[in-house]
């Protein structure tokens, strides 16, 4: 089951601040988060694996709250190359083998910045 | 560095034609999987590879087939091609396994192969 994205749409001027917010009904082992341009391959932002825990990059952060199975994405003082559609993708708790069962992705939150 | 790599790019089918998709990586990543993105959808899961000799079937596997053909290498097959695979195709690698227990290690992602089906 596809994790829900919110918005699925901003726009924004460049140098305000957004949040991209990712839920799953399911209780989450990770979450990644990755952008993509138009007509390019996804790029990946980083991974969170635990409740809490924040990862940073550059001006774009991310939380993971374990219990909400929720995951934020946040980008401060944007800027004009931070368009793109962004995606979470989920990972499931529970499987205990080994190697790897692929992410669900949500369906993508569009950010156009606006000079 | 390459990365991954997909073949074709663009392929144009017509209804009840077989192609495969072909994809590489040199990364010496254990995992790769298929994707297929539609306009509103996101990604969905296709296929994975969780390791060499292993495939296992995604969200979407009806209508495809896979093959894991050494650590490299993972193509997709469409036997009858039909007019809702039309999409656009990616392929992505990565490594399973590592330090602290992580599962999930960051996908790379190939191109993409933009296929159409009339």
């Known amino acids: 089951q596809q994790p829900v994205q919110s918005p699925q749409a901003v726009i924004l001027r460049e140098g305000e601040d957004a949040v991209i917010n990712c839920s799953s009904s399911?209780?989450?082992?990770?979450v990644h988060w990755y952008r993509q341009k138009h007509g390019e391959a996804p790029v990946f932002l980083m991974i969170?694996?635990?409740?809490?825990e924040q990862k940073g990059h550059e001006k774009i952060s991310a939380s993971f709250n374990e219990k909400k199975q929720q995951s934020s994405l946040y980008l401060t003082a944007s800027q004009l190359s931070y368009s793109g559609t962004y995606f979470c993708?989920?990972?499931?708790?529970?499987?205990?083998?080994?190697?790897?069962?692929?992410?669900?992705f949500g369906k993508g939150t569009h950010l156009i910045i606006q000079p | 560095n390459a990365g991954v790599t997909q073949t074709p790019k663009f392929q144009v089918l017509k209804t009840g034609q077989s192609m495969t998709l072909q994809c590489a990586q040199d990364?010496?990543?254990?995992?790769m999987y298929w994707y297929r993105q539609d306009p509103g959808m996101g990604l969905r899961l296709i296929y994975y590879?969780?390791?060499?000799?292993?495939?296992d079937k995604g969200e979407v596997p009806n209508g495809y087939n896979v093959s894991r053909l050494n650590k490299r290498e993972f193509s997709l097959r469409l036997e009858s091609a039909a007019p809702s695979q039309t999409s656009v195709y990616f392929c992505?690698?990565?490594?399973?396994?590592?330090?602290?227990?992580?599962?999930?290690?960051?996908?790379?992602f190939g191109e993409g192969s933009r296929l159409t089906v009339l």
């Open positions: 992505a690698s990565s490594w399973q396994g590592g330090v602290g227990g992580l599962r999930s290690g960051e996908l790379f």
């Open positions: 399911k209780a989450l082992y990770s």
């Open positions: 969170l694996l635990k409740g809490g």
């Open positions: 993708g989920t990972e499931v708790r529970g499987y205990s083998g080994g190697g790897a069962d692929g992410l669900t």
């Open positions: 990364m010496n990543h254990n995992s």
């Open positions: 590879s969780a390791s060499e000799g292993t495939t």
